[in-house]
């Protein structure tokens, strides 16, 4: 059975950061696609930043230059490092990986403040 687990969540003032961790049970990491999604209260659910299996990364052109996606295969872990951080990122963020199915965690809050 996969599951994910996001954790590193919470309040942080505008200029902060925070750093965002999945961990997974059941699928390794560094054999798909992952990424990290968020969605703020009233929107839809949009991509952050993804990384491939090979490591080439992606990301939303409201948080390139301040987000960054990693992955930790000894750990099957991947993380999103959030530097910078506006009012408008407030919202919570999942994990998501595929193999021949999308796989999502819980998700986890993040709130920053003005």
């Known amino acids: 059975q996969v599951q994910l687990v996001e954790s590193g969540g919470g309040l942080v003032q505008a200029g902060g950061s925070l750093r965002l961790s999945c961990g997974a049970s059941?699928?390794?990491?560094?054999?798909?696609?992952s990424g990290w999604y968020r969605q703020a209260p009233g929107k839809q659910r949009e991509m952050v930043a993804t990384?491939?299996?090979?490591?080439?990364?992606n990301y939303a052109d409201s948080v390139k230059g301040r987000f960054t996606i990693s992955r930790d295969n000894v750990k099957n872990t991947v993380h999103l490092q959030m530097d910078s951080l506006k009012p408008e990122d407030t919202a919570v963020y999942y994990c998501?990986?595929?193999?021949?199915?999308?796989?999502w965690g819980q998700g986890t809050q993040v709130t920053v403040s003005s």
């Open positions: 998501k990986t595929a193999s021949y199915r999308e796989y």
């Open positions: 990384i491939s299996s090979l490591g080439s990364t």
């Open positions: 059941g699928i390794t990491f560094s054999r798909y696609a």
